[in-house]
């Protein structure tokens, strides 16, 4: 009886962990919303009384057994509000497109811990404050797009460490400061950076020729 009874329990077990990461995924995704207001009513349907967030409007689920979300597009929605640190419990997320809308405050640095982020889209909003040297533990990540925003400071060292990065865009914004220290020991590859005021951006661009890179910097 014992291995049966061992069995029975190992399979509730299997079938809670779904269960178990949509209750994680549809708490945060409740906790963003509630900190959104939304004209459109683009977030309707996400009833924090249907667990499953799979079924939600402008979620995307990766279809397998785990069910988890990769996707969250919001773009274009007329939303206001902020982010929330509640956003990095989207552990298998890899898309966040939330550009074009009014989304103010600062970028949380709990999104650093999005391990599977392949683009972080933010454009086009009202965002503030500093990049966050967080975005620099995004190890999958290939497009991070912040433009047109309002964000100040510097950019953080740590993007420098991004390997697979192609396309980091922080044009029109009130950034300030170096970056010839950031980009040039990156191993060769095709990268874009758009990044104006920022003061040595010429010098920059020689620095990474000289180590053999095709990183282009662009100033707009």
């Not at 499953?52 to 929605?77: A, K, M, Y």
């Not at 964000?151 to 922080?170: F, H, M, N, W």
């Amino acid at each position: 009886m014992a291995p049966t009874f061992s069995f029975f329990f190992l399979c509730i077990s299997l079938t809670l962990i779904p269960f178990s990461i949509a209750n994680v995924e549809s708490d945060a995704l409740y906790a963003f919303k509630q900190s959104l207001s939304d004209p459109n009513n683009a977030l309707e349907s996400w009833d924090n009384s249907l667990v499953d967030p799979c079924t939600w409007f402008h979620i995307t689920c990766d279809g397998d057994q785990s069910g988890s979300v990769i996707r969250v597009d919001l773009s274009n929605q007329n939303l206001t509000g902020h982010l929330v640190p509640d956003l990095a419990n989207l552990h298998a997320l890899q898309y966040l497109e939330l550009y074009g809308n009014n989304i103010q405050g600062t970028i949380p640095p709990e999104l650093g811990s999005l391990k599977s982020l392949v683009s972080l889209d933010l454009y086009k909003n009202n965002l503030s404050g500093e990049i966050p040297p967080s975005l620099g533990y995004l190890n999958n990540v290939i497009f991070i797009r912040i433009n047109n925003n309002h964000l100040a400071g510097g950019l953080p060292e740590s993007l420098g460490t991004l390997q697979k990065l192609r396309i980091l865009d922080v044009s029109n914004n009130n950034l300030s400061g170096p970056i010839s220290a950031i980009f040039q020991n990156i191993p060769i590859t095709k990268i874009k950076v758009l990044c104006p005021n920022l003061v040595d951006y010429s010098v920059s661009l020689i620095k990474l020729y000289r180590v053999g890179t095709d990183m282009s910097i662009i100033n707009l």
